[in-house]
T-cell receptor
């Protein structure tokens, strides 16, 4: 398996622009997680899906952030409009059935810089 | 609320020596899972080892082993025969049935040749 795939790997944009981050989970995994990593706050869970359904989005910082999972093999995290404080590394992770036992496998991350 | 604490922001070890990274956590749950992840400069998060709380036996993966003390809520990682490739940030993580994984702040490990 290719592992969790994220695109783009790097994104530089200007404040106010829309940013879309993409994730393809490991085939057969039914949980998908979006995390954000910053120096100040460390790793934070933003949202997670089970069988394509959002289960907990309490970590999404504000309405400018939205996430979708239209099918089992694709998810997006969108920021609109983007702000400089959104600059961070965004990770997607997936895990299998009974995810509390299964390991979360992480993608390589997307490094976002908002100018 | 579940919290994970890594009290060592930085650690250093000589190549081929042994180092132990500390982690404590706070929870009222009895059934949970603990992990150590490694993050090298590439920023990829790589699983090192995991432990189920109901298992008394400490997990081992080659040169990596844990000392799991459930009563003390402690979960330390021991790296034996340290190699240059072990240099990375190490994150301790905790999760239970709601899949909300909590991470510690990380320990930066330097390996000296």
């Amino acid at each position: 398996d290719a592992g969790v795939i994220q695109s783009p790997r790097h994104e530089v944009t200007e404040m106010g622009q829309e940013v879309t981050l993409r994730c393809k989970p490991i085939s057969g995994h039914d949980y998908l997680f979006w995390y954000r990593q910053t120096m100040m706050r460390g790793l934070e869970l933003l949202i997670y899906f089970n069988n394509n359904v959002p289960i907990d989005d309490s970590g999404m910082p504000e309405d400018r952030f939205s996430a979708k999972m239209p099918n089992a093999s694709f998810s997006t995290l969108k920021i609109q409009p983007s702000e400089p404080r959104d600059s961070a590394v965004y990770f997607c992770a997936s895990s299998g059935y009974r995810a509390a036992q299964e390991t979360q496998y992480f993608g390589p991350g997307t490094r976002l810089l908002v100018l | 609320a579940q919290t994970v604490t890594q009290s060592q922001p930085e650690m250093s070890v000589q190549e081929a020596e042994t180092v132990t990274l500390s982690c404590t956590y706070d929870t009222s749950e009895s059934d949970y899972y603990l992990f150590w992840y490694k993050q090298p400069p590439s920023r990829q998060m790589i699983l090192v080892i995991r432990q189920e709380a109901y298992k008394q036996q400490n997990a081992t993966e080659n040169r990596f082993s844990v000392n799991f003390q459930k009563a003390a809520k402690s979960f330390s990682l021991k790296i034996s025969d340290s190699q240059l490739g072990d240099a990375a940030m190490y994150f301790c993580a905790f999760t239970y049935n709601n899949n909300d994984m909590r991470f510690g702040a990380g320990t930066r490990l330097t390996v000296k040749p």
